[in-house]
């Protein structure tokens, strides 16, 4: 396993211990329609939650979530769209990113609510 993809793997265990103890409900991990990946599915309260995260060692190149290009929103999006249809979801949906940058001895967790217009 490559040094990115075991950085990704941590940040998005760390983005569920984060989302359950803020009270969501983890509903799926790194859900695939096709070619799309949405790494947290999750539900607070009335609302699905489509979560991006996006971790980062540092912030020398900008914040993790200035990554989520408008490509990668239409991508969220579209796999959002197939879950919601699958499963007969009449609920609110929300779309947030979960940013975090790990170094050696901190990590930095952010949530952004509403992050991706749907």
Same mark, same amino acid.
């Given at each position: 396993?490559?040094? /990115? #993809?075991?950085?990704?793997?941590?940040?998005?265990? $760390?983005?569920? =211990?984060? $989302?359950?103890?803020?009270? %969501?409900?983890? $509903?799926?991990?790194?859900?695939?329609?096709?070619?799309?990946?949405? =790494? #947290?599915?999750?539900?607070?309260? !009335?609302?699905? #939650?489509? @979560?991006? @995260?996006?971790?980062?060692?540092?912030? %020398? %190149?900008?914040?993790?979530?200035?990554?989520?290009?408008?490509?990668?929103?239409? /991508?969220?999006?579209?796999?959002?769209? =197939?879950?919601?249809?699958? !499963? !007969?979801?009449? !609920?609110?949906?929300?779309? =947030?990113?979960?940013? #975090?940058?790990?170094?050696?001895? @901190?990590?930095?967790?952010? /949530?952004?609510?509403?992050?991706?217009?749907?």
């Amino acid at each position: 396993m490559t040094n /990115h #993809i075991k950085i990704g793997s941590k940040g998005e265990k $760390l983005a569920c =211990d984060f $989302l359950e103890k803020k009270g %969501y409900r983890i $509903l799926e991990k790194n859900w695939r329609s096709g070619r799309f990946e949405i =790494d #947290i599915i999750a539900e607070e309260k !009335n609302t699905v #939650i489509f @979560v991006e @995260v996006k971790t980062r060692t540092n912030d %020398y %190149y900008g914040f993790p979530e200035e990554s989520v290009n408008e490509t990668k929103q239409e /991508h969220i999006l579209q796999a959002a769209e =197939d879950y919601v249809i699958r !499963n !007969n979801i009449n !609920n609110e949906i929300r779309f =947030d990113i979960v940013s #975090i940058i790990m170094s050696r001895n @901190v990590q930095k967790i952010y /949530h952004i609510e509403d992050a991706i217009a749907s």
